[in-house]
T-cell receptor, first 117, second 118 residues
Framework: AQKITQTQPGMFVQEKEAVTLDCTYD???????LFWYKQPSSGEMIFLIY????DQQNATEGRYSLNFQKARKSANLVISASQLGDSAMYFC??????????????WGLGTSLAVNP | GAGVSQSPRYKVAKRGQDVALRCDPI?????LFWYQQALGQGPEFLTY????????KSGLPSDRFFAERPEGSVSTLKIQRTQQEDSAVYLC????????????????FGAGSRLTVL
C-alpha cells in the first residue's frame, strides 16, 4: 500500500488564485513529520513547509500553508496568490518516527502544477 | 559552497559500463542522503551517511551500487555494470546534524545527476 498518496497528477490554476494540492498518508506510528517540496524543471527539490504530527497548529510559510487534518490523515498544501514561478512538480513526503538524523523520507508521486497567466 | 553540487548533470552510459556520480554537500552538513528518482516517480531512498560513516544502505537496489564518503564531505555513488533499469535521476541531499531543538531536519537537495543507460 502507498504510504503517501497524491491523487492529482496535474493541476491548473489561474495566476493570483489559490490552489490546493492533496496529500494523504498512511502510518501507524504516532510520531511522524510531513514535508512538501517543489521540484522545478531544473531538477532540485526545494523545501516549502513542514508539519509535525504533534503540532497543534497548521504550518504556514509565506504563501504556503498546510491544511493538516490528522484524523483524516491528510496534509494538503495550499498556495495562495499563485505566481507563474509556482509552475513545477510538488511532492508530499513523510518521515516516520521521531525526528532524527538518519530519517529517510517516503515520497508521493507528485502533482504537476501549471499556473496560467 | 552555497548549495549542494552534483556532477555530472547528465550521463549517458552503455549497458555494462561503470559510472560514478559525485555530490559536494553544503560545507558543515554532517548528514548526506542519496535518492533515486525514476521518470514520473517520487524519489526513493538509497543510502545515508553521517560524516564518513555509512549508517544505512538498505535502499541500494543491488550490490552493483556502492557509495562512499571517505572524508565526510564529498560523496560518490558508483554503479557498476549499469543496466537499463538504472536510468533515473540520482539526487543528493545534505543537512546539518539535528540536535532535537526543532521538529524538522530539512534536507537541501542538489539538482541531480540524470543517468541514461542505453
Amino acid at each position: 500500500a502507498q504510504k503517501i498518496t497524491q491523487t492529482q497528477p496535474g493541476m491548473f490554476v489561474q495566476e493570483k488564485e489559490a490552489v490546493t494540492l492533496d496529500c494523504t498518508y498512511d502510518t501507524s506510528d504516532p510520531s511522524y513529520g510531513l514535508f512538501w517540496y517543489k521540484q522545478p524543471s531544473s531538477g532540485e527539490m526545494i523545501f516549502l513547509i513542514y508539519q509535525g504530527s504533534y503540532d497543534q497548529q497548521n504550518a504556514t510559510e509565506g504563501r504556503y500553508s498546510l491544511n493538516f487534518q490528522k484524523a483524516r490523515k491528510s496534509a494538503n498544501l495550499v498556495i495562495s496568490a499563485s505566481q507563474l514561478g509556482d509552475s513545477a512538480m510538488y511532492f508530499c513526503a513523510m518521515r516516520e518516527g521521531l525526528p532524527g538524523n538518519n530519517r529517510k523520507l517516503i515520497w508521493g508521486l507528485g502533482t504537476s502544477l501549471a499556473v496560467n497567466p | 559552497g552555497a548549495g549542494v553540487s552534483q556532477s555530472p548533470r547528465y550521463k549517458v552510459a552503455k549497458r555494462g559500463q561503470d559510472v560514478a556520480l559525485r555530490c559536494d554537500p553544503i560545507s558543515g552538513h554532517v548528514s548526506l542522503f542519496w535518492y533515486q528518482q525514476a521518470l514520473g516517480q517520487g524519489p526513493e531512498f538509497l543510502t545515508y551517511f553521517q560524516n564518513e560513516a555509512q549508517l544505512d544502505k538498505s535502499g541500494l537496489p543491488s550490490d552493483r551500487f556502492f557509495a562512499e564518503r571517505p572524508e565526510g564531505s564529498v560523496s560518490t555513488l558508483k554503479i557498476q555494470r549499469t543496466q537499463q533499469e538504472d536510468s533515473a535521476v540520482y539526487l543528493c541531499a545534505s543537512s546539518l546534524l539535528w540536535r532535537g531543538s526543532s521538529g524538522a531536519n530539512v534536507l537541501t537537495f542538489g539538482a541531480g545527476s540524470r543517468l541514461t543507460v542505453l
